[in-house]
């Protein structure tokens, strides 16, 4: 479990995220990013109901892609939001696909 520090929560946040934020986008997961000032990274994760009508589903994606951050959380670099917004082709994956995925991401936003 990301540690409080770790998670971007605030509804003001996530706006100002969208809004101003650079993204990076593939088949299973994108992502969007922004500067925010602290000495963290604040992380969070998006899945929507377009990805799947199961709870079930769209909570096991979510767990798979939170394991990947706080396994990889030293080598992430300090001092950005980052939303990761899942597609619908992220449920049939397994997790060696998803951690590819994640990872692939944040190396493309140079944020790894």
Do not use: Q, W
Not at 28 to 35: E, P, Q, T
Not at 83 to 107: H, N, Q, Y
């Amino acid at each position: 479990m990301l540690s409080a520090k770790h998670r971007l929560r605030h509804e003001k946040d996530i706006k100002a995220l969208f809004a101003e934020g650079k993204g990076v986008f593939d088949a299973v997961c994108g992502l969007k990013y922004r500067k925010n000032g602290l000495s963290d990274s604040r992380f969070a994760v998006v899945v929507g109901t377009k990805v799947s009508k199961s709870a079930v589903d769209r909570n096991k994606v979510r767990r798979r892609i939170r394991s990947v951050l706080e396994a990889r959380m030293d080598a992430i670099k300090p001092g950005y939001d980052v939303a990761f917004l899942v597609r619908p082709g992220a449920i049939k994956k397994d997790f060696k696909a998803i951690e590819t995925a994640v990872v692939s991401s944040l190396t493309r936003a140079k944020l790894l």
